[in-house]
């Protein structure tokens, strides 16, 4: 999903002032303007965005992880939601079609929001699902990365790296089983 406008939804909780903009007429001559809006640009607004949609979340019922701040879960006795921010992306997940549609409409209702529909790309990353699970596939924007430094046409080489290397496949942390 995608926020409309978020960062221009909350009021600035500090005093922020600039110069008018070109074309802005008033009938006595100022020198500033003060915000009283966050704004694209202001270093505030994306502090400002997150801690209303924050508040908005805590008070319907999810936690903030411990594994990250841009990742909330919700768990009832029967349903498992997970949802995911990135700057004014999100992304909706859980264990029941109805309570994720409950989340869309309640988030629409307060920010409003753009369904984007199922998950297919997100941040350089290809999302696809089969009976087996989901697959993460880098391949476009790795693509796109050696097209835009002009390396399409490099040979491959092999890595140092081991790729049998268990310490790199085994967690630290585990996310906590949400069925239990």
């Not at 400002?48 to 508040?55: E, T």
């Not at 349903?79 to 264990?95: E, R």
Request: charged share 25%; proline share 4%.
């Amino acid at each position: 999903m995608d926020v409309d406008n978020a960062f221009l939804i909350e009021d600035l909780n500090e005093k922020v002032y600039m110069t008018p903009p070109p074309g802005f007429t008033m009938e006595r001559h100022i020198q500033v303007c003060r915000l009283t809006k966050s704004l694209y640009g202001l270093k505030q607004a994306n502090r400002q965005w997150f801690a209303k949609l924050y508040s908005f979340l805590i008070s319907t019922g999810f936690s903030q992880s411990k594994f990250g701040y841009f990742l909330f879960t919700r768990k009832t006795l029967t349903t498992f939601t997970i949802l995911l921010v990135y700057v004014d992306d999100i992304i909706l997940a859980g264990s029941s079609l109805s309570e994720i549609e409950r989340i869309k409409g309640l988030l629409n209702d307060s920010f409003k929001i753009k369904d984007l529909g199922k998950l297919k790309y997100f941040l350089g990353l290809e999302v696809t699902r089969s009976r087996k699970g989901i697959h993460l596939c880098q391949k476009k924007y790795i693509l796109d990365i050696l097209t835009k430094t002009g390396m399409l046409e490099s040979k491959p080489c092999s890595t140092p790296l081991m790729s049998t290397n268990k310490m790199l496949f085994e967690a630290v942390d585990k996310l906590p089983n949400p069925h239990s």
